[in-house]
């Protein structure tokens, strides 16, 4: 990997896009002092991610965005494009571009091709490159000495950066964020799983009573549905059996009724007006016919008598009296015939027929032998007479007949009436048998509304005594043996007195427990995926820290070693060596020879333990330098270029190990003087084999060596121009 491509536009003296491109090997930026060599360096700072001000040379964020006399722009932007060879980064980019913008209210935003990302993106991305804004790639301006000066804390990090781990370390860091956080969370779970657990505990107590109660409640629900099924079942099975047996005695009423009518429509029949009205009619004429016969009778008798008399005027006394007799009897006769005709229109009922009938013929018999004592005296009737006893014989007959008639009339009705009584008879036990049969049917339809009564009865039972109303939907309809329906009302009574044992509890305990339940393990899933999130976190710390221990002991002791190297090259030799240290411990002399390495390693392994970064600041790094024919124990005693020369051995050792892509070295070389630059320069083309370098220097040792040529300028409108210039190596 390489820098191919610098793109600039806004930042500081950069007024115009500008555009530098490199190739691999030694290019120098060259030109006076003020035309922005300086700011390139710290426009490539500031893409990696700089956020003080005072390291870039500004005091306000929008001192970075340029503003000319004529000419003020909104917003700044550098973008630096790096040519991933050998898969480098260990990604599928061919190329990888990382720039910064900054806009006039103080924005900033962060690119990786062409994607907007976070700060703590650029930083992790670019050191798995082995470079950084912190690191040794880009040393600028009074830096050199600064590494030697520098506080434990920012020789740390330049170290972290050297060594290679600082992207373990900010992995390291993340991780140990993301464990207190954790472990913080982990507290607030616990301590609000405390407060939730003493009212789960209550809840989870209530829940168990009442699932043992709604248990109760179904086995009750169950009996009751049997038992009042069972019970209903009977009452129905009961009410159908009725309905069938009143349908029945309904039918049996209806047909009683219809014979009672029939029987009713006979004796109407028998007692209807025709008969009557017949014997009436005969009645009437027998009457006439009595009335008639009486006339002639009377005929008969007077012309009898005068015939008597005419025959027999001298007749006896005795004659007298029998006459008179007759007389008397004709009298009696006609008075009984008189009172006989006044029953007749007085008759009410069919048996005082007969005896006017007796009657009649007692009147018959009396005027039969009136008519045989008159018979015995013979005299010749008259004319008249004769045709009277003719009438009278005619008359006689009709009478006869009438009779006759009437006694049909009267047998008929007799046997009308005989048929009468028994048709009422008859109706009479088929009225009994309708009244039997009406009654049984009243009481049927009483026992019917009686059991209408107990299924109300049951209904209102079962409301009151069954908690759940829905029970009268799902009756069982099976119908229990006596000995079933006890059990299951025993059975009830038992449940009845275990519901009662329970104390009540709130219906909205149930989704209350849900809700506690809920957060109860949330809480605990919370808590379990914490305590995993931890254990996982400090197995990745303690993963971290043995790769950082590793990473760093390895390449701080390759570090310690080159620089010793380079050391001995720049002053010819001399010794120099780097030792971790605890701060208040003695110190033993650290460039002996024979110095026990194992004690500096096992140091060295208790500096990258697992401590805080608080716990971290007793830990420092000591830099001993010894240059040849002198006895220097401290860097303070050092002259200027003899610290020079110990910071760019230091550096050039860190750039042996770590092979970063580019280098950029802002005059490193101001304070060495001609034989030193050769052999800077010399230290540098061996490392150009491997390392892109990007020099700005006034030194022309170095730019002989370079292999592209940049030329800065600044014309009158205060914009850095670039010029560039591919030097011919002779």
Same mark, same amino acid.
């Given at each position: 990997?390489?820098?191919?491509?610098?793109?600039?536009?806004?930042?500081?003296?950069?007024?115009?896009?500008?555009?530098?491109?490199?190739?691999?090997?030694?290019?120098?930026?060259?030109?006076?002092?003020?035309?922005?060599?300086?700011?390139?360096?710290?426009?490539?700072?500031?893409?990696?991610?700089?956020?003080?001000?005072?390291?870039?040379?500004? @005091? =306000?964020?929008?001192? %970075?965005?340029?503003?000319?006399? &004529?000419?003020? *722009?909104?917003? #700044?932007? $550098?973008? /630096?494009?790096?040519?991933?060879?050998?898969?480098?980064?260990?990604?599928?980019?061919?190329?990888?571009?990382?720039?910064?913008?900054?806009?006039?209210?103080?924005?900033?935003?962060?690119?990786?091709?062409?994607?907007?990302?976070?700060?703590?993106?650029?930083?992790?991305?670019?050191?798995?490159?082995?470079?950084?804004?912190?690191?040794?790639?880009?040393?600028?301006?009074?830096?050199?000495?600064?590494?030697?000066?520098?506080?434990?804390?920012?020789?740390?990090?330049?170290?972290?950066?050297?060594?290679?781990?600082?992207?373990?370390?900010?992995? @390291? =860091?993340?991780?140990? %964020?993301?464990?207190?956080?954790? &472990?913080?969370? *982990?507290?607030? #779970?616990? $301590?609000? /799983?405390?407060?939730?657990?003493?009212?789960?505990?209550?809840?989870?107590?209530?829940?168990?009573?009442?699932?043992?109660?709604?248990?109760?409640?179904?086995?009750?629900?169950?009996?009751?549905?049997?038992?009042?099924?069972?019970?209903?079942?009977?009452?129905?099975?009961?009410?159908?059996?009725?309905?069938?047996?009143?349908?029945?005695?309904?039918?049996?009423?209806?047909?009683?009724?219809?014979?009672?009518?029939?029987?009713?429509?006979?004796?109407?029949?028998?007692?209807?007006?025709?008969?009557?009205?017949?014997?009436?009619?005969?009645?009437?004429?027998?009457?006439?016919?009595?009335?008639?016969?009486?006339?002639?009778?009377?005929?008969?008798?007077?012309?009898?008598?005068?015939?008597?008399?005419?025959?027999?005027?001298?007749?006896?006394?005795?004659?007298?009296?029998?006459?008179?007799?007759?007389?008397?009897?004709?009298?009696?006769?006609?008075?009984?015939?008189?009172?006989?005709?006044?029953?007749?229109?007085?008759?009410?009922?069919?048996?005082?027929?007969?005896?006017?009938?007796?009657?009649?013929?007692?009147?018959?018999?009396?005027?039969?032998?009136?008519?045989?004592?008159?018979?015995?005296?013979?005299?010749?009737?008259?004319?008249?007479?004769?045709?009277?006893?003719?009438?009278?014989?005619?008359?006689?007959?009709?009478?006869?007949?009438?009779?006759?008639?009437?006694?049909?009339?009267?047998?008929?009705?007799?046997?009308?009436?005989?048929?009468?009584?028994?048709?009422?008879?008859?109706?009479?036990?088929?009225?009994?048998?309708?009244?039997?049969?009406?009654?049984?049917?009243?009481?049927?339809?009483?026992?019917?509304?009686?059991?209408?009564?107990?299924?109300?009865?049951?209904?209102?039972?079962?409301?009151?005594?069954?908690?759940?109303?829905?029970?009268?939907?799902?009756?069982?309809?099976?119908?229990?043996?006596?000995?079933?329906?006890?059990?299951?009302?025993?059975?009830?009574?038992?449940?009845?007195?275990?519901?009662?044992?329970?104390?009540?509890?709130?219906?909205?305990?149930?989704?209350?427990?849900?809700?506690?339940?809920?957060?109860?393990?949330?809480?605990?899933?919370?808590?379990?995926?914490?305590?995993?999130?931890?254990?996982?976190?400090?197995?990745?710390?303690?993963?971290?820290?043995?790769?950082?221990?590793?990473?760093?002991?390895?390449?701080?002791?390759?570090?310690?070693?080159?620089?010793?190297?380079?050391?001995?090259?720049?002053?010819?030799?001399?010794?120099?060596?780097?030792?971790?240290?605890?701060?208040?411990?003695?110190?033993?002399?650290?460039?002996?020879?024979?110095?026990?390495?194992?004690?500096?390693?096992?140091?060295?392994?208790?500096?990258?333990?697992?401590?805080?970064?608080?716990?971290?600041?007793?830990?420092?790094?000591?830099?001993?330098?010894?240059?040849?024919?002198?006895?220097?124990?401290?860097?303070?005693?050092?002259?200027?270029?003899?610290?020079?020369?110990?910071?760019?051995?230091?550096?050039?050792?860190?750039?042996?190990?770590?092979?970063?892509?580019?280098?950029?070295?802002?005059?490193?070389?101001?304070?060495?003087?001609?034989?030193?630059?050769?052999?800077?320069?010399?230290?540098?083309?061996?490392?150009?084999?491997?390392?892109?370098?990007?020099?700005?220097?006034?030194?022309?040792?170095?730019?002989?060596?370079?292999?592209?040529?940049?030329?800065?300028?600044?014309?009158?409108?205060?914009?850095?121009?670039?010029?560039?210039?591919?030097?011919?190596?002779?």
């Amino acid at each position: 990997m390489y820098l191919e491509k610098i793109e600039i536009f806004g930042f500081k003296s950069f007024g115009q896009r500008v555009k530098l491109k490199f190739t691999k090997g030694i290019a120098c930026l060259i030109g006076p002092n003020g035309v922005g060599k300086s700011n390139f360096v710290e426009a490539i700072r500031w893409a990696l991610g700089e956020q003080s001000l005072k390291t870039i040379r500004s @005091r =306000k964020s929008e001192d %970075i965005i340029f503003s000319g006399r &004529q000419k003020r *722009l909104n917003f #700044a932007e $550098v973008f /630096l494009y790096l040519k991933n060879e050998n898969s480098h980064l260990q990604s599928s980019f061919q190329e990888l571009v990382v720039g910064r913008k900054i806009f006039r209210n103080g924005e900033n935003e962060y690119f990786i091709n062409g994607e907007k990302v976070r700060l703590q993106d650029i930083i992790f991305t670019v050191s798995k490159a082995n470079f950084g804004l912190k690191s040794y790639s880009v040393i600028g301006q009074g830096m050199v000495d600064s590494i030697l000066y520098s506080s434990p804390l920012e020789r740390r990090e330049f170290f972290a950066e050297a060594t290679g781990i600082k992207k373990y370390q900010l992995k @390291r =860091k993340e991780a140990v %964020i993301k464990l207190k956080k954790s &472990q913080e969370n *982990l507290r607030q #779970a616990l $301590v609000a /799983l405390k407060e939730v657990e003493p009212r789960m505990h209550f809840l989870t107590r209530q829940i168990r009573k009442l699932a043992k109660r709604q248990k109760i409640e179904k086995d009750l629900f169950e009996q009751q549905r049997k038992y009042y099924g069972s019970k209903k079942f009977r009452l129905e099975k009961e009410e159908a059996e009725l309905k069938k047996e009143v349908v029945k005695k309904k039918e049996e009423v209806n047909k009683k009724l219809q014979e009672l009518k029939a029987f009713q429509e006979k004796i109407n029949f028998f007692s209807s007006d025709q008969s009557s009205l017949k014997f009436n009619q005969l009645q009437k004429e027998y009457q006439a016919s009595l009335e008639k016969r009486k006339k002639i009778m009377e005929t008969i008798s007077v012309l009898k008598t005068e015939m008597i008399f005419k025959s027999s005027k001298n007749e006896t006394l005795e004659a007298q009296r029998k006459l008179k007799e007759i007389e008397l009897t004709l009298e009696d006769i006609l008075i009984e015939q008189e009172n006989l005709m006044t029953r007749l229109g007085q008759i009410k009922k069919i048996e005082e027929i007969k005896e006017i009938q007796q009657n009649f013929l007692k009147i018959i018999e009396k005027t039969k032998l009136l008519l045989n004592i008159l018979q015995e005296k013979k005299c010749s009737p008259s004319p008249q007479l004769k045709i009277v006893e003719e009438d009278l014989k005619f008359l006689e007959e009709k009478i006869k007949k009438l009779e006759i008639d009437l006694a049909q009339i009267l047998k008929e009705e007799e046997d009308k009436r005989k048929e009468v009584i028994r048709q009422q008879k008859e109706i009479q036990r088929i009225q009994d048998s309708f009244t039997q049969l009406n009654l049984s049917l009243k009481e049927k339809e009483i026992e019917l509304a009686k059991l209408e009564t107990k299924k109300e009865d049951l209904k209102e039972e079962i409301k009151r005594d069954c908690f759940d109303q829905q029970i009268l939907t799902v009756l069982e309809n099976k119908l229990l043996s006596p000995a079933e329906e006890e059990e299951a009302f025993l059975k009830i009574k038992k449940l009845k007195h275990q519901l009662e044992m329970i104390e009540a509890i709130d219906p909205n305990i149930a989704q209350e427990y849900e809700e506690c339940l809920q957060r109860y393990n949330f809480l605990s899933s919370q808590i379990n995926d914490l305590n995993k999130a931890i254990n996982s976190l400090e197995k990745i710390k303690k993963t971290l820290d043995g790769k950082i221990k590793q990473e760093f002991l390895s390449n701080f002791n390759k570090i310690n070693h080159e620089f010793e190297k380079y050391f001995k090259i720049l002053f010819k030799g001399g010794l120099a060596k780097l030792v971790l240290r605890e701060k208040g411990k003695k110190e033993n002399e650290p460039l002996n020879k024979d110095q026990n390495n194992l004690a500096i390693q096992e140091s060295q392994e208790e500096f990258l333990s697992e401590k805080d970064e608080e716990e971290k600041e007793d830990w420092f790094i000591e830099i001993f330098a010894r240059p040849p024919g002198k006895k220097i124990k401290t860097l303070e005693t050092l002259s200027g270029g003899e610290r020079a020369l110990t910071s760019l051995a230091l550096i050039f050792a860190i750039l042996k190990i770590k092979n970063p892509p580019f280098v950029v070295l802002d005059e490193v070389d101001a304070a060495l003087d001609e034989i030193n630059s050769l052999r800077f320069a010399e230290i540098i083309k061996n490392l150009a084999k491997k390392i892109q370098f990007i020099i700005i220097t006034h030194n022309n040792t170095i730019m002989e060596i370079a292999d592209f040529v940049y030329g800065l300028t600044m014309k009158a409108d205060n914009i850095t121009h670039l010029v560039s210039l591919k030097l011919e190596k002779v």
